[in-house]
């Protein structure tokens, strides 16, 4: 192996979290940080055009392009499982909706783990901390900082009637939807800049500002393991060994290792490296450095359920775009004023309610699109329509991420297990019909919407649940397979301050360490645990040095007369 030299720190995988973790690590004179990145530089120009979304999902230049094993809960089907693989992440290819979840959401980690530094009155700083609000900065949102937040340049007259329909049925308007209680309808802020897409690597990666060590990015390098030695006091990360332009790479670090790889990539990564349930690893022929069961276990994400309906009289993106002169207009729209359906998010309007008043707090998200698709990468029906996909917030069913192989080119097996509560199948149905009764509200009669996704065929319980597997999809919102805990617990894989447990020197920061899924969209919250791991390492670094320094007084006293040593201030300096 070629070495490609030491670093006090190596993060792996410049998605979000790693280029949140690159830039603030950096911001340490003379900290050297190298930055490893399977995908290619973000100079793909889809990735930039807001839109370009279209384009980037399911594409081999940006998009890992996995795909879930067939799933039960999911009459059987298997569906692609798109994460960014180009700088940026899934910053990159996303629907760059700025949404952080509700205060509950964070409560609850700060139980789970025990620690109240992950309450979400001791996190909201961490939010405003790296924000750029359109509107200035106030008690819930901060101003000059990276992550731009925008609304959005275009609205819809169909999802305004939507809204007003919404709140005919006791969804009431709201304007923001970031201040603890998402509840309510309204139109999505979104992560873009003048019309553009603002990814994790334009806002962090390539801001100089502040940055006074040194930062190294590798690309088009994929990792094979992480390098696990027997220290003195147990298993150690020394760093990473891992492929790039044909070469065989190891790269050592002093201080740490950082896993950012995603909620896919970073369980992958540790049971590759012998991290993980001993007999997965075993069956692959993998030494066992650490058996931890919880490793690709406890998979979240939330399940789509798309609903579609015809409408007249008003316009939609369906029949706008399916003209060559319509798609001339809105490409000069755009050129001109950076504005129109290219500025547009995947989803415009969004709505936060209850699927029965039972429930504690919202727990279901609407995404509605003046569009309607049969799926990403098909064209554009060519009649008006839109789209309500609805999606339960916080999903019972767990699945895994595990390895396929002892090979690490070869994808994972990712087995998302929808649906397969009862809680979770009641929960669509509730939301299906709930869906209907929005749409059957006045505020939308005047356009005669009719369902045909999944179809008014679909009446009972029953038959309700059956449709739910036929149109559900991922919105791309995979968390938890390395879910922080209490050093207690068994199935937790990295404490409080994301330490692996089990191994020095490492640890994992993405949105794999959720223990439970974030109510809403979950991009934001990962820029937020980078942010407060960044303050975690580098205050790790800090004590390390005063214990250093403690240590080196402590060999010099050994050398004085006992007498020396009691003298005052003589000792724990």
């Known amino acids: ?15 979000t979290a ?31 055009i807001p839109v370009g979304y279209l384009y980037c999902i399911d594409n081999p ?37 700025y949404m952080r979840g509700q205060a509950r959401d964070y409560d609850h980690w700060a139980m789970l783990t025990g620690d109240d530094s992950w309450r979400w009155d001791k996190v909201l700083p961490i939010f405003r901390k790296s924000e750029d609000y359109h509107k200035g900065a106030d008690d819930y949102h901060g101003a000059g900082g990276e992550w731009r937040v925008e609304r959005q340049r275009l609205s819809w007259e169909i999802l305004d009637a939507f809204r007003a329909a919404a709140a005919q049925t006791g969804i009431p308007n709201v304007e923001d ?43 088009g390098c994929h990792v094979k393991r992480l390098r696990i030695e027997r220290g003195e006091h147990g298993p ?32 992958q990564i540790l049971q590759m490296s012998g991290i993980g349930p001993a007999a997965l ?40 775009a399916n003209t060559w002169y319509g798609k001339m207009k809105i490409g ?29 707090s919202a727990n279901l998200e609407y995404h509605v699109q003046p569009l309607s698709l049969e799926r990403f990468g098909e064209p554009l029906h060519n009649f008006p329509a839109f789209t309500a996909s609805v999606c339960n917030l916080r999903p019972t069913s767990r699945g895994h991420v595990r390895i396929a192989s002892g090979d690490p080119l070869v994808a994972p097996r990712i087995t998302p297990n929808y649906l397969s509560t009862a809680e979770d199948r009641k929960v669509a149905v509730d939301a299906l019909r709930l869906t209907r009764s929005i749409v059957a509200a006045p505020a939308l009669q005047k356009y005669t919407p009719q369902e045909f996704k999944p179809g008014l065929q679909y009446r009972s319980e029953e038959e309700l649940a059956n449709a739910a597997g036929d149109i559900g999809t991922t919105i791309f919102h995979p968390v938890g397979t390395c879910r922080m805990g209490r050093r207690d617990d068994p199935l937790a894989v990295v404490d409080s301050e994301l330490r692996v447990m089990g191994v020095r020197s490492l640890r994992v920061v993405d949105a794999s360490v959720m223990p439970t899924i974030t109510s809403g969209n979950t991009n934001s919250p990962t820029v937020m645990i ?24 402590a060999a010099r006293e050994e050398a004085v007369p006992v007498a020396m040593r009691t003298l005052p201030g003589a000792v724990g300096r």
């Not at 039960?72 to 996303?94: A, D, F, Q, T």
């Not at 040095?545 to 007084?553: C, G, L």
């Open 1 to 15: 192996m070629e070495s490609a030299g030491k670093y006090d720190y190596i993060i792996i995988g410049a998605g």
């Open 18 to 48: 790693g280029c949140v973790l690159a830039n603030r690590l950096t911001q340490d004179t003379n900290v050297s940080v190298l930055l490893i990145e399977a995908g290619a530089k973000d100079d793909y120009v889809w990735i930039h």
């Open 61 to 97: 230049r940006t998009d890992w392009r996995f795909r879930t094993e067939a799933d039960p809960g999911l009459n059987g089907r298997s569906l692609i499982y798109p994460r960014g693989k180009v700088l940026g992440g899934c910053s990159s290819i996303n629907g760059m909706i």
């Open 177 to 219: 939807f970031n201040r603890g209680d998402n509840e309510g309808c309204g139109y999505f802020e979104v992560n873009q800049k003048g019309g553009l897409r603002w990814s994790a690597a334009r806002a962090f990666l390539k801001s100089t500002t502040g940055r006074h060590g040194k930062l190294d990015i590798m690309t």
């Open 236 to 267: 150690v990360c020394t760093g990473v060994e891992f492929t790039g332009g044909g070469t065989e790479w190891f790269a050592e670090s002093v201080h740490e290792t950082i896993c950012a790889a995603g909620a896919v990539g970073s369980p």
């Open 281 to 320: 690893l075993q069956q692959h022929q993998i030494p066992v450095a650490i058996d931890a069961p919880g490793v690709g276990e406890n998979l979240q994400d939330h399940l789509q359920l798309r609903m579609a309906f015809k409408i007249q009289g008003a316009r939609t993106l369906n029949t706008m």
């Open 332 to 360: 000069m729209q755009y050129a001109w004023s950076r504005s129109g359906p290219m500025s547009m998010a995947p989803s415009q309007l969004g709505a936060f309610t209850r699927s029965d008043p039972s429930q504690p």
């Open 530 to 553: 980078a942010e407060k791991a960044a303050q975690l390492i580098r205050q790790a670094r800090l004590a390390s040095r005063v214990s250093s320094t403690a240590r080196e007084e």
